[in-house]
Nanobody
Framework: QVHLVESGGGSVQAGGSLRLSCTAS?????????MAWFRQAPTQEREGVAA???????VYADSVKGRFLISRDNAKNTLYLQMNDLKPEDTAMYFC????????????????????WGQGTQVTVSS
């Protein structure tokens, strides 16, 4: 079973940047997985932030379009989320997720479509 490990979270002021990383516990071919970032704030439902699907273009939640960039480096076995112009409402636990299925484009930001999850990394943005 593959496990995912996130890193790169922290505390920043509004307008700042962070880059999250997600590494698999063993070498996998990321091009064979649908991968995504989700986040969950206290008392809130888990929401999709960005997805790097197997066969489609990347997908972003409206709230992060133009500010966040999802990318992957197959050689380093790592998925990234570059977060710029951070806002207090971006404060949440961020999770990396993966699934070997070619997910429907319309469901790429739906959490229960993914079988493999990391433990999360906290991002806190102060005003």
């Amino acid at each position: 079973q593959v496990h995912l490990v996130e890193s790169g979270g922290g505390s920043v002021q509004a307008g700042g940047s962070l880059r999250l990383s997600c590494t698999a516990s063993r070498v996998i071919d990321y091009s064979r997985y649908s991968m995504a970032w989700f986040r969950q704030a206290p008392t809130q439902e888990r929401e999709g932030v960005a997805a790097f699907p197997r066969f489609h273009s990347t997908v972003y939640a409206d709230s992060v379009k133009g500010r966040f960039l999802i990318s992957r480096d197959n050689a380093k076995n790592t998925l990234y989320l570059q977060m710029n112009d951070l806002k207090p409402e971006d404060t949440a636990m961020y999770f990396c997720a993966a699934d070997p299925s070619p997910l429907d484009y319309r469901r790429l930001l739906v959490s229960h479509e993914y079988d493999i999850w990391g433990q999360g990394t906290q991002v806190t943005v102060s005003s």
